[in-house]
């Protein structure tokens, strides 16, 4: 009866993985790019596809914080139709293979124990696990593959601790080259993974020392950086990528990740926050009795799989989107509920589990479901995937309904479309996507989107092409921003360079066309003074200001703060106008506040825009002083900055 009783329970959980999978490995695979609510986001998630298909040199042509294969996050419907089927395929494999992958996991560790009496044999704890599994899996269906990659890649080398390095070396081996190589494919989706998986394959093999003191293992243990090293640079050479362009590359991934978190951080709902903190703190606490108690392999497990949920904690909370559910958190509490049913199987498998370490797990567990969301969607994905994979009359008839789509989102002025024709165009700040339904001949500018420049060297990088590219003759212009930015000050030596070099054509409401002049006329500023100051003091402009530069320093604290979460205050910036009229405050950028900022005039909307850059300041209000202060405790910057005030050519 107990043979029939363990094979029961065998065929019971197998049918339960298998309906889940089938159930589950369904993504939404045909998003379109119109119409939509967020322009923002579809539009460079459209870019990436079209940065793919015209082979644009990432660090040379453009910077973002997707890679190359970044198009693979999303199932949009490219107007390229073999593009979008590789993103859908792509997203079915790798949800299925992670899936498989977990529900095996979840067997070794629950049906494979010799010790039959154990008490967790039981039908209880039988049913308690697959809910957990079930639960996992669901909640993981809304994990974009680079999370998904990097979470399988890590899970694999965390399991090589509960194996036998002498019986199965061969198998580990394989092991660590099939982890690098996921953490590789993840990288070169978001390029955010590179630190973590650059530092987990780092610490991996002195955690091995740790708990083997064996100096063999040692060394096999970095065979998973290889790994990573060599796929990497193998696919990006692959996809048509230059390795000549890698130096720009590096540089251009570390100027966005160094300057994300201070430049992009919002605050959201506390009570995420909160369940945050406890998740991570009870993670510690583990990590700590595990070391106290000398379980050196399961302090090692623990402590790479806390590397993972700090690098998500990171990834979520940083820009907090302010709702319950959903956005960036999103990422946090879905991963954070697979490692947790992961950590409760090792401790299982360990043998190391009692009713409290299950009972605080549970809580935990279930908790965080408060910012995950469970995503399922039926057959009608696969229907219409296979639709639109076998009907070229359905492929045209979606693409020319999401292109007219387009066009009747953005509404650009005909006389607009005229002048451009077949000249080449860039668009600021964001709608890239715009140019798929007027089929422009779009050149974007090195980093797409112009709040994402927020380093000197990113501002730098596009106000270059601006200068150097002279056929780039036409740009379409809208006067606005994210997080109440004012849109001068986002990348502000851009800006300074389109003044010298573009002037108004076409005076649009929403959208104006900026044409490109003979010559770009140097500016040449010239330095008229410079000031001490502090925050939330009023500082007078000089009345032939034209540009200043603003140096407020990171406190020391900062850095430690900003590795470890966000800022903890943010900063704004106010004007007092010409009619004594008070503005502000806006978001400010201290990143990119000594990269000229323009002061001659304060721009209120697309209209003051088009008469500046028609030199036509007649209607324009002239600023005649500003304050900078701080929303929050401020222990990020000195309270003490310098200004520059510059006087210019311009008129």
Same mark, same amino acid.
């Given at each position: 009866?107990?043979?029939?009783?363990?094979?029961?329970?065998?065929?019971?959980?197998?049918?339960?993985?298998?309906?889940?999978?089938?159930?589950?490995?369904?993504?939404?695979?045909?998003?379109?790019?119109?119409?939509?609510?967020?322009?923002?986001?579809?539009?460079?998630?459209?870019?990436?596809?079209?940065?793919?298909?015209?082979?644009?040199?990432?660090?040379?042509?453009?910077?973002?914080?997707?890679?190359?294969?970044?198009?693979?996050?999303?199932?949009?419907?490219?107007?390229?139709?073999?593009?979008?089927?590789?993103?859908?395929?792509?997203?079915?494999?790798?949800?299925?293979?992670?899936?498989?992958?977990?529900?095996?996991?979840?067997?070794?560790?629950?049906?494979?124990?010799?010790?039959?009496?154990?008490?967790?044999?039981?039908?209880?704890?039988?049913?308690?696990?697959?809910?957990?599994?079930?639960?996992?899996?669901?909640?993981?269906?809304?994990?974009?593959?680079?999370?998904?990659?990097?979470?399988?890649?890590?899970?694999?080398?965390?399991?090589?601790?509960?194996?036998?390095?002498?019986?199965?070396?061969?198998?580990?081996?394989?092991?660590?080259?099939?982890?690098?190589?996921?953490?590789?494919?993840?990288?070169?989706?978001?390029?955010?993974?590179?630190?973590?998986?650059?530092?987990?394959?780092?610490?991996?093999?002195?955690?091995?020392? =740790? #708990?083997?003191?064996?100096?063999?293992?040692? %060394?096999?243990? /970095? !065979?998973? +950086? @290889?790994? $990573?090293?060599?796929?990497?640079?193998?696919?990006?050479?692959?996809?048509?990528?230059?390795?000549?362009?890698?130096?720009?590359?590096?540089?251009?991934?570390?100027?966005?990740?160094?300057?994300?978190?201070?430049?992009?951080?919002?605050?959201?709902?506390?009570?995420?926050?909160?369940?945050?903190?406890?998740?991570?703190?009870?993670?510690?606490?583990?990590?700590?009795?595990?070391?106290?108690?000398?379980?050196?392999?399961?302090?090692?497990?623990?402590?790479?799989?806390?590397?993972?949920?700090?690098?998500?904690?990171?990834?979520?909370?940083?820009?907090?989107?302010?709702?319950?559910?959903?956005?960036?958190?999103?990422?946090?509490?879905?991963?954070?509920?697979?490692?947790?049913?992961?950590?409760?199987?090792? =401790? #299982?498998?360990?043998?190391?589990?009692?009713? %409290?370490?299950? /009972? !605080?797990? +549970? @809580?935990? $567990?279930?908790?965080?479901?408060?910012?995950?969301?469970?995503?399922?969607?039926?057959?009608?994905?696969?229907?219409?995937?296979?639709?639109?994979?076998?009907?070229?009359?359905?492929?045209?008839?979606?693409?020319?309904?999401?292109?007219?789509?387009?066009?009747?989102?953005?509404?650009?002025?005909?006389?607009?479309?005229?002048?451009?024709?077949?000249?080449?165009?860039?668009?600021?700040?964001?709608?890239?996507?715009?140019?798929?339904?007027?089929?422009?001949?779009?050149?974007?500018?090195?980093?797409?989107?112009?709040?994402?420049?927020?380093?000197?060297?990113?501002?730098?990088?596009?106000?270059?092409?601006?200068?150097?590219?002279?056929?780039?003759?036409?740009?379409?212009?809208?006067?606005?921003?994210?997080?109440?930015?004012?849109?001068?000050?986002?990348?502000?030596?851009?800006?300074?360079?389109? +003044?010298?070099?573009?002037?108004?054509?076409?005076?649009?409401?929403?959208?104006?066309?900026?044409?490109?002049?003979?010559?770009?006329?140097?500016?040449?500023?010239?330095?008229?003074?410079?000031?001490?100051?502090?925050?939330?003091?009023?500082?007078?402009?000089?009345?032939?200001?034209?540009?200043?530069?603003?140096?407020?320093?990171?406190?020391?604290?900062?850095?430690?703060?900003?590795?470890?979460?966000?800022?903890?205050?943010?900063?704004?910036?106010?004007?007092?106008?010409?009619?004594?009229?008070?503005?502000?405050?806006?978001?400010?950028?201290?990143?990119?506040?000594?990269?000229?900022?323009?002061?001659?005039?304060?721009?209120?909307?697309?209209?003051?825009?088009?008469?500046?850059?028609?030199?036509?300041?007649?209607?324009?209000?002239?600023?005649?002083?500003?304050?900078?202060?701080?929303?929050?405790?401020?222990?990020?910057?000195?309270?003490?900055?310098?200004?520059?005030?510059?006087?210019?050519?311009?008129?």
């Amino acid at each position: 009866m107990k043979g029939i009783s363990k094979r029961l329970k065998k065929k019971t959980f197998l049918i339960i993985a298998t309906f889940l999978l089938i159930l589950t490995t369904i993504p939404d695979l045909v998003k379109v790019f119109a119409p939509v609510v967020d322009t923002q986001d579809t539009s460079w998630a459209w870019l990436l596809g079209y940065a793919f298909l015209n082979n644009l040199q990432w660090g040379k042509e453009i910077i973002f914080t997707f890679g190359p294969l970044g198009f693979l996050e999303n199932t949009y419907f490219y107007s390229n139709h073999l593009l979008w089927f590789i993103t859908a395929i792509a997203n079915i494999f790798v949800r299925l293979v992670f899936y498989a992958f977990f529900i095996y996991f979840v067997y070794l560790c629950v049906f494979k124990e010799k010790d039959s009496s154990n008490s967790q044999s039981s039908i209880t704890f039988y049913f308690f696990y697959v809910l957990i599994s079930a639960i996992s899996i669901i909640v993981s269906s809304s994990i974009p593959i680079s999370m998904l990659l990097c979470l399988m890649a890590t899970l694999i080398i965390v399991d090589t601790f509960n194996c036998d390095f002498i019986k199965n070396n061969k198998i580990i081996l394989i092991r660590y080259v099939l982890s690098g190589a996921l953490f590789a494919f993840s990288s070169l989706i978001k390029f955010n993974v590179i630190p973590f998986a650059i530092l987990f394959l780092l610490v991996y093999p002195f955690l091995m020392v =740790y #708990s083997f003191r064996d100096k063999k293992i040692f %060394f096999q243990g /970095f !065979v998973g +950086l @290889i790994s $990573f090293i060599l796929v990497f640079l193998l696919i990006y050479l692959i996809i048509g990528q230059n390795l000549s362009n890698l130096p720009a590359l590096l540089m251009g991934i570390y100027e966005i990740i160094k300057g994300y978190t201070p430049a992009m951080f919002l605050n959201g709902k506390i009570l995420q926050t909160l369940v945050a903190v406890i998740t991570l703190l009870y993670f510690v606490y583990l990590i700590l009795i595990s070391y106290k108690k000398k379980k050196k392999i399961l302090f090692s497990q623990l402590f790479l799989l806390f590397l993972l949920l700090f690098f998500v904690f990171k990834e979520g909370f940083v820009r907090q989107d302010n709702i319950i559910t959903g956005g960036h958190t999103l990422s946090f509490f879905t991963v954070c509920l697979i490692l947790l049913a992961f950590i409760i199987f090792l =401790y #299982s498998r360990m043998k190391l589990s009692n009713s %409290f370490i299950n /009972f !605080v797990f +549970l @809580i935990i $567990f279930f908790f965080n479901v408060i910012g995950g969301i469970i995503y399922i969607n039926g057959a009608r994905n696969i229907v219409c995937l296979s639709n639109l994979s076998f009907s070229k009359h359905k492929r045209i008839e979606l693409q020319q309904s999401i292109n007219s789509a387009i066009r009747n989102q953005f509404k650009v002025d005909p006389s607009i479309l005229q002048s451009i024709g077949d000249q080449p165009v860039t668009i600021i700040p964001w709608d890239l996507m715009m140019s798929q339904g007027y089929n422009f001949k779009f050149i974007p500018q090195v980093v797409p989107q112009a709040y994402s420049a927020y380093t000197p060297y990113l501002d730098e990088q596009n106000a270059k092409q601006i200068l150097s590219d002279v056929a780039l003759q036409k740009i379409i212009y809208t006067f606005e921003d994210i997080d109440n930015r004012y849109p001068l000050f986002s990348e502000p030596y851009t800006f300074m360079t389109i +003044l010298s070099c573009y002037r108004t054509e076409i005076a649009g409401n929403k959208y104006s066309l900026l044409t490109r002049k003979k010559s770009c006329h140097d500016l040449n500023l010239t330095s008229i003074s410079s000031i001490e100051t502090g925050l939330n003091q009023w500082i007078d402009l000089p009345s032939n200001a034209d540009f200043m530069d603003i140096y407020i320093n990171p406190t020391l604290i900062s850095h430690i703060i900003d590795i470890l979460y966000k800022p903890f205050s943010q900063i704004y910036i106010s004007f007092k106008l010409s009619n004594n009229q008070i503005v502000g405050p806006y978001r400010f950028i201290p990143g990119v506040s000594k990269d000229h900022l323009f002061v001659k005039y304060f721009i209120r909307n697309q209209r003051d825009l088009n008469d500046l850059m028609s030199k036509d300041a007649y209607n324009l209000l002239k600023i005649k002083s500003f304050t900078i202060t701080t929303k929050g405790i401020n222990l990020d910057y000195d309270k003490s900055y310098n200004v520059i005030f510059y006087n210019s050519s311009f008129s």
